[in-house]
């Protein structure tokens, strides 16, 4: 399974040539021209997740993708079919096991309303949660790690990473920071990776990791 990260929070996870892509958002400027897609997993309605031009241009090449989201992205995105999803589910799409969980996004400040915001399991291995510390019911081999955000605070990630344990850990959400944001951010998660035992890896915009 190859796994590969574009800007901010948008992946692609790709099994037998067929892909599934998890949050194209506007921090993305300019889609790559991606064909063969089977799934999208939107987990929450902000822009820099669920952008809507971008969701309607890949759906333009992949029409018989199928879209995935909580109830607030299908209100979104009034026209176009999404299955909306809760968690605990579980869905088979040509090869991939998508497996659903959290249901509100992280706090920002209390007088914001908080929103809803569904993790996406791939295929029991890739765990991304959004915009959220949701910990899955079951062991994670590769988590994307979100990095930065106006709702993050390090020292909350760092407390997520421990509880998570995953084997693998890449940080995402990350299109804010600035050469050194990255530079700091990136040690902190580093460091608590490998003091579990887990393998680190810094992705730039468009490099991928096989898990």
Not at 174 to 183: I, P, R, V
């Amino acid at each position: 399974m190859k796994i590969t990260k574009y800007e901010h929070a948008f992946l692609s996870i790709e099994l037998e040539r067929k892909l599934v892509l998890i949050d194209p958002g506007s921090y993305s400027p300019t889609l790559p021209e991606i064909s063969n897609v089977v799934a999208i997993c939107l987990t929450h309605v902000h822009d820099d997740h669920s952008y809507i031009e971008h969701i309607q241009k890949l759906l333009r090449k992949n029409p018989e993708a199928l879209v995935f989201g909580p109830p607030e992205v299908a209100e979104k995105l009034a026209n176009i079919p999404v299955q909306r999803v809760y968690h605990g589910d579980h869905y088979e799409v040509q090869g991939f096991e998508l497996d659903f969980y959290g249901y509100l996004h992280q706090e920002i400040h209390s007088s914001i309303p908080v929103i809803e915001n569904v993790g996406v399991m791939v295929n029991q291995t890739l765990f991304y949660p959004g915009d959220s510390y949701t910990i899955p019911d079951s062991n994670v081999a590769v988590l994307a790690c979100p990095a930065s955000a106006p709702w993050l605070k390090i020292s909350d990630v760092m407390d997520f990473l421990s509880a998570v344990g995953a084997s693998k850990v890449f940080p995402t959400h990350n299109a804010l920071l600035s050469e050194q944001g990255h530079g700091l951010y990136n040690a902190r998660i580093k460091e608590v990776t490998e003091k579990a035992g887990g393998d680190f890896h810094y992705l730039e915009v468009g490099q991928s990791l096989t898990a």
